[in-house]
């Protein structure tokens, strides 16, 4: 009996998971914690749905990604208000141990804070940065987190 309902369940899991129904991370924004929907069609490469089911940043130690998000991050201006690795400029370093935001610890966190900024001079606030319509896509905004990350003095990965 007790057998049967054992396989049943492990049943019910893995169906669950060969459909994709298993739950996606859930985004809050950085202001005031509220719900952040951002349309799931927009991660749409392999390292973003991974990030969207785990909320881990495959991108962090991967040569190529930390160069593609190097050139965002002087792209979009970060470098301007945050220094050229991160260290801080008019905007706060990034690559210490301490944040304003302690969520900026965590890459979910980090993401929140670029995908839609903060109140206090961190601007965004929808798909990517700043732009509603040509900003950063979530895949992007992943190789500019593991750049900050490469420069970190605290060798933090935010993966932790
Ligand atoms: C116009 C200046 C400006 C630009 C451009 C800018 N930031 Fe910021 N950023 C700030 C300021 C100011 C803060 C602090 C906001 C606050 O205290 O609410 C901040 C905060 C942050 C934080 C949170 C830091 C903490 O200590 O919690 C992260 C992460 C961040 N920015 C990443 C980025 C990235 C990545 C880019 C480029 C895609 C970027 N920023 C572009 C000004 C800027």
């Not at 400029?89 to 935001?101: D, K, S, T």
């Not at 965590?106 to 990517?128: P, R």
Request: glycine share 14%; aromatic share 8%; proline share 3%.
């Amino acid at each position: 009996m007790l057998g049967n309902t054992l396989k049943s369940a492990l049943m019910i899991s893995l169906l669950a998971f060969a459909t994709g129904a298993v739950a996606d991370v859930t985004f809050s924004a950085t202001q005031d914690g509220s719900a952040l929907n951002i349309d799931k069609a927009m991660f749409d490469t392999p390292a973003a749905k991974e990030f969207l089911a785990t909320g881990k940043n495959p991108y962090i130690g991967n040569e190529d990604a930390i160069k593609k998000g190097k050139k965002i991050f002087n792209l979009y201006s970060c470098v301007a208000c945050h220094g050229g690795h991160g260290e801080g400029a008019v905007g706060p370093g990034l690559i210490g141990a301490n944040f304003r935001y302690a969520k900026n610890a965590t890459n979910k966190g980090m993401f929140e804070t670029i995908w839609h900024g903060t109140n206090g001079g961190m601007g965004a606030k929808g798909f990517g940065l700043m732009a509603p319509d040509d900003g950063l896509k979530p895949d992007e905004v992943l190789q500019v987190i593991s750049f900050v990350r490469s420069n970190s003095t605290v060798k933090m990965t935010g993966n932790e």
